[in-house]
């Protein structure tokens, strides 16, 4: 196939990008869209800041308008993300304990029944483990009502939306032998063995050349997958140019295809000056639209 879309859809997968609501207007940005991708991400309408600016007053307009711009045209959504330390609104951002355990699950469960039935998969929690050898939770005011906030937000989530997917989804879990990666695989061991609703786990996947792709990136989507649960690549973007970046897409690509269970990837943008990285050129269009070599490697390896 000669699209993103249509050749990931041959193995039954989804090509996606995350989409700024206020982009839809730009026609390259939305000719590109339209044509490659089958499935959205909202880069930042869904978080708690966009819908829940003010504790207990709900704001989907922009989110609302990519939802429907995906519905329009067959792809699916991405939902990203109802629990998260990081874009909390300031009144979430000064509680603790109690207080804002209740106000996070009402986030949780407002939000995903809004779109119950629109969407394909929730990032239900975002990046709740810490960095480094400790393999340990993130601390965060989240963190500090309780270990079990992460459970307590996938249960919330499967009782208001009981057909999405719902995900955990991080970033700097794509070594193997990382601890942060150990530390997740255990937190999804754990949901299964004990029935804590799960489904997927989303690997960020923002590659520069201090995070490179690891050379065991496929052996940990497969031991993800054999717990049981899809594994998706949520937020791709390689720093580099030219056949260096798209020989580390072409990896990343086979690398999900070699995995029954990697049922898709998502790219994080569209075009390089759509990135959220400062400066580089990690996507696969050019500042024109123009597809890169690393589109060319992508397009080849699905
Ligand atoms: C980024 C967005 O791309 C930016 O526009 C925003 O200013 C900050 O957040 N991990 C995530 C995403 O899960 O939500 C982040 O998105 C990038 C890192």
């Not at 990896?251 to 029954?260: D, F, K, M, N």
């Amino acid at each position: 196939a000669t699209t993103l879309g249509a050749s990931a859809a041959e193995s039954g997968r989804y090509f996606g990008a995350a989409v700024a609501a206020h982009k839809l207007s730009d026609s390259v940005y939305t000719g590109i869209l339209n044509s490659e991708f089958t499935s959205v991400t909202p880069e930042n309408e869904m978080k708690l800041d966009a819908t829940e600016p003010t504790q207990g007053q709900f704001t989907y307009t922009s989110a609302d308008r990519i939802v429907a711009h995906a519905a329009a045209r067959g792809m699916k959504v991405r939902g990203h993300t109802l629990a998260w330390h990081s874009q909390q609104p300031g009144w979430m951002q000064s509680m603790e304990g109690a207080p804002l355990r209740s106000a996070m699950l009402n986030h949780v469960t407002q939000v995903a029944t809004h779109y119950r039935g629109k969407i394909d998969s929730w990032d239900v929690v975002n990046e709740a483990f810490a960095d480094g050898d400790g393999g340990g939770r993130r601390d965060s005011n989240l963190q500090r009502t309780g270990n079990d906030w992460i459970e307590a937000a996938f249960r919330a989530a499967r009782a208001a939306d009981p057909g999405a997917k719902l995900c955990y989804n991080d970033y700097n879990t794509d070594d193997w032998t990382h601890a942060k990666t150990q530390a997740v695989y255990r937190l999804v061991q754990d949901f299964k063995t004990r029935g804590v609703p799960i489904d997927c786990v989303g690997f960020q996947s923002h590659f520069n050349p201090a995070s490179p792709v690891p050379s065991n990136y496929q052996t940990t989507l497969e031991n993800f997958a054999a717990l049981g649960v899809d594994v998706q690549i949520t937020e791709l973007d390689i720093e580099g140019s030219g056949s260096a970046q798209a020989s580390n897409y072409d990896r990343v690509t086979r690398a999900c295809l070699a995995v029954a269970r990697c049922n898709g990837i998502t790219v994080w943008g569209i075009r390089d000056t759509d990135s959220w990285r400062a400066s580089g050129t990690p996507l696969l269009f050019d500042g024109s639209g123009n597809k890169k070599a690393a589109y060319t490697s992508v397009l080849a390896a699905l």
